[in-house]
Antibody, heavy 119, light 112 residues
Framework: EVQLVQSGAEVIQPGESLKIFCQGSGYIFARYWIAWVRQMPGKGLEWMGIIYPGDSDARYSPSFQGQVTISVDKSSNAAYLQWSGLKASDTAMYYC????????????WGQGTLVTVSS | DFVMTQTPLSLSVTPGQPASISCRSSRSLLHSDGKTYLHWYVQRPGQSPQLLIFEVSNRFSGVPDRFSGSGSGTDFTLKISRVEAEDVGIYYCMESLQLQYSFGQGTKLEIK
């Protein structure tokens, strides 16, 4: 069974750094792109970026380029999303999702990581 | 930026009645490989999004056949033939061409 398990909720102060993860299991992790999607409170879904674990090729939405870094560790079947200086406006639920091998849809999603940035 | 526009943004449906959601893209979603990369997701209350339909009209594994997708080019439709209580949630279309993705604003489905 394909599963994406994300790290737990975080409460972070403005200006701090953070790295959250998404761990895949039940499939060959290196062969499927992993995307990150933001959902701000009460709002819709926004695609942030995507990475191919096989060669760490990462692509970003222009809206998030330079704001976050997406990385991967094949040895632990994990993808990461990190910030170097969080702002209150980064408060959101963050989902990872696996891109299907037959197309460009996201066929499996993680449970989400809630990041709250507050002093 | 490529824009996906969904209508309506909300709808209230009596159980057993049909529902329809429209999604319009600012660019053609027909790829040079002949496929059209338009997909539909539902986010039920308190849950992660789930894939319903991929490439316009293909139901994902386990999705009931009361859900169907249609369309081409820039105009697409998700239909629910007979709405059930469990269909409550927010429905999103998403386009994916060349490793860039855009979601529609979402359509909130409520049960009367």
């Amino acid at each position: 069974e394909v599963q994406l398990v994300q790290s737990g909720a975080e409460v972070i102060q403005p200006g701090e750094s953070l790295k959250i993860f998404c761990q895949g299991s039940g499939y060959i992790f290196a062969r499927y792109w992993i995307a990150w999607v933001r959902q701000m409170p009460g709002k819709g879904l926004e695609w942030m970026g995507i990475i191919y674990p096989g060669d760490s090729d990462a692509r970003y939405s222009p809206s998030f380029q330079g704001q976050v870094t997406i990385s991967v560790d094949k040895s632990s079947n994990a993808a990461y999303l990190q910030w170097s200086g969080l702002k209150a406006s980064d408060t959101a639920m963050y989902y990872c999702a696996r891109q299907a091998d037959t197309g460009y849809d996201f066929d499996h999603w993680g449970q989400g990581t809630l990041v709250t940035v507050s002093s | 930026d490529f824009v996906m526009t969904q209508t309506p943004l909300s709808l209230s449906v009596t159980p057993g009645q049909p529902a329809s959601i429209s999604c319009r893209s600012s660019r053609s979603l027909l790829h040079s490989d002949g496929k059209t990369y338009l997909h539909w997701y539902v986010q039920r209350p308190g849950q992660s999004p789930q894939l319903l339909i991929f490439e316009v009209s293909n139901r994902f594994s386990g999705v009931p056949d009361r859900f169907s997708g249609s369309g081409s080019g820039t105009d697409f439709t998700l239909k629910i033939s007979r709405v059930e209580a469990e269909d409550v949630g927010i429905y999103y279309c998403m386009e994916s061409l060349q490793l860039q993705y855009s979601f529609g604003q979402g359509t909130k489905l409520e049960i009367k």
